[in-house]
C-alpha cells in the first residue's frame, strides 16, 4: 500500500538552529499538508501546498517556516530558528484531491522535533 | 468561530460495545472524518460521513446528523488494539480540516 514516508524520525537542535523535516507523499497525489501535534494535544495545521504554492496557511505558520517542493517528489518543511515551543511532533500528509470525499489524508509516521 | 468537541477520555471493557460522540460547528460543511491515532503514531482513517445516516465498515460505525451537528463513532466488540485516539474531523466551506482534540479510548480486559 503506498505510504507517505518521513526523515528524520527524530531530531533534536539547540534553540535557534534552522530545522529541515523532509516527506515524500504519495506519488499520484497532488495536495500535500504539513500538521503538527504538542504532545498529549490535538493536532494542528500548518500549511497545504497544491500546484506548487501555499493554498493555505493557519496563524501557526508564520515567517519562521517555508515550505518547498524542491523537486518531483520531496516536500520539506524548514524551520528558519527554531524555538523551545516548536518542539512537537510534526506529520506530513497528502491527498488525491481536496473539493471531495475522495480527500482522505494519508499521514506519514510523523518527525519527533525536540529543541533544547 | 469554527468548534469540534469530543469528550477527552473514556474507558471500555473488552468484548463491548462503546460510542464517541462528536458535535461541530465550522463555517460550511463538507464531510466528517474520523481518524485512529495510536500512542505515538500517525492518524489513519476510519470513515467519512457526507450524508445523514449510518456507514457501517466491519466493528466499526459512523453516523451523522448534519441538522444537529453530531457524529458518533461506534465500535463494537472491542478489542485491546482499539486502545488509541479517536480524531473527529470536519471539512469546512474552504474544504479545510478541522480537528477535534480526539477522545482517548481506554479498553480494559
Known amino acids: 500500500e503506498p505510504e507517505v514516508t518521513q526523515t528524520p524520525s527524530h531530531q533534536v537542535t539547540q534553540m535557534g538552529q534552522e530545522v529541515i523535516l523532509r516527506c515524500v507523499p504519495i506519488?499520484?497525489?497532488?495536495?500535500f499538508y504539513w500538521y503538527r501535534q504538542i504532545l498529549g494535544q490535538k493536532v494542528e495545521f500548518l500549511v497545504s501546498?497544491?500546484?506548487?504554492?501555499?493554498?493555505?496557511k493557519s496563524e501557526i505558520f508564520d515567517d519562521q517556516f517555508s515550505v518547498e517542493r524542491p523537486d518531483g517528489s520531496n516536500f520539506t518543511l524548514k524551520i528558519r530558528s527554531t524555538k523551545l515551543e516548536d518542539s512537537a511532533m510534526y506529520f506530513c500528509?497528502?491527498?488525491?484531491?481536496?473539493?471531495?470525499?475522495?480527500?482522505?489524508?494519508?499521514f506519514g509516521a510523523g518527525s519527533r522535533l525536540t529543541v533544547l | 468561530g469554527q468548534n469540534i468537541d469530543q469528550p477527552t477520555e473514556m474507558t471500555a471493557t473488552e468484548g463491548a460495545i462503546v460510542q464517541i460522540n462528536c458535535t461541530y460547528q465550522?463555517?460550511?460543511?463538507?464531510?466528517l472524518f474520523w481518524y485512529q491515532q495510536h500512542a505515538g503514531e500517525a492518524p489513519t482513517f476510519l470513515s467519512y460521513?457526507?450524508l445523514d445516516g449510518l456507514e457501517e465498515k466491519g466493528r466499526f460505525s459512523s453516523f451523522l446528523s448534519r441538522s444537529k451537528g453530531y457524529s458518533y463513532l461506534l465500535l463494537k466488540e472491542l478489542q485491546m488494539k482499539d486502545s488509541a485516539s479517536y480524531l473527529c474531523?470536519?471539512?469546512?466551506?474552504?474544504?479545510?480540516?478541522?480537528w477535534g482534540a480526539g477522545t482517548k479510548l481506554i479498553i480494559k480486559p
Open positions: 500528509a497528502s491527498s488525491k484531491t481536496v473539493a471531495s470525499g475522495a480527500n482522505v489524508l494519508t
Open positions: 506519488s499520484n497525489h497532488l495536495y
Open positions: 501546498f497544491y500546484n506548487n504554492e501555499i493554498s493555505e
Open positions: 465550522t463555517s460550511g460543511f463538507n464531510g
Open positions: 460521513n457526507v
Open positions: 474531523a470536519v471539512s469546512d466551506s474552504n474544504y479545510q480540516l478541522i
